[in-house]
């Protein structure tokens, strides 16, 4: 359940470890490589890996990832990781838009812009 938030952490955190995981799901810019001519994971393929390096080990996850067994299967899991994903990316962009900006250099008080429209000012 993503209602324990150390969860999304250790899959931020998988993200950040794991080069091919990181490219397949957000790519750098340029040219990326083919998966149909054998470069690089899809993202449905990074999504199940996560979700495998995520629950994997984990007892309460561990029988009912080893019953997976067709790409139907895989793919059902692999989308609760991708929502999981967008969720956490709607909820930071909501953050920003609410705070203005990240805040960055902000020391004193005085230095805050009550202009801006934000929850805060």
């Known amino acids: 359940s993503w209602s324990d938030p150390t969860l999304s952490e250790e899959l931020v955190a998988q993200i950040f470890e794991n080069r091919d995981i990181k490219r397949a799901l957000y790519p750098p810019p340029g040219p990326n490589a083919s998966t149909a001519k054998g470069g690089g994971k899809t993202?449905?393929?990074a999504h199940?890996?996560?979700c495998l390096k995520v629950?994997?080990?984990k007892p309460k996850y561990?029988?009912?990832l080893a019953a997976v067994d067709t790409a139907k299967d895989r793919t059902a899991y692999a989308n609760k990781i991708k929502n999981r994903l967008r969720s956490?990316?709607?909820i930071t962009r909501d953050f920003m838009d609410e705070m203005g900006?990240?805040?960055a250099g902000i020391r004193h008080?005085?230095?805050i812009d009550m202009g801006v429209d934000n929850t805060l000012t």
Do not use: Y
Request: aromatic share 10%; proline share 0%; charged share 35%.
């Open 43 to 45: 993202k449905t393929s």
């Open 48 to 50: 199940w890996l996560l």
């Open 55 to 57: 629950f994997g080990e």
């Open 62 to 64: 561990k029988k009912a």
């Open 88 to 90: 956490m990316a709607k």
């Open 101 to 103: 900006q990240t805040g």
């Open 109 to 111: 008080a005085d230095e």
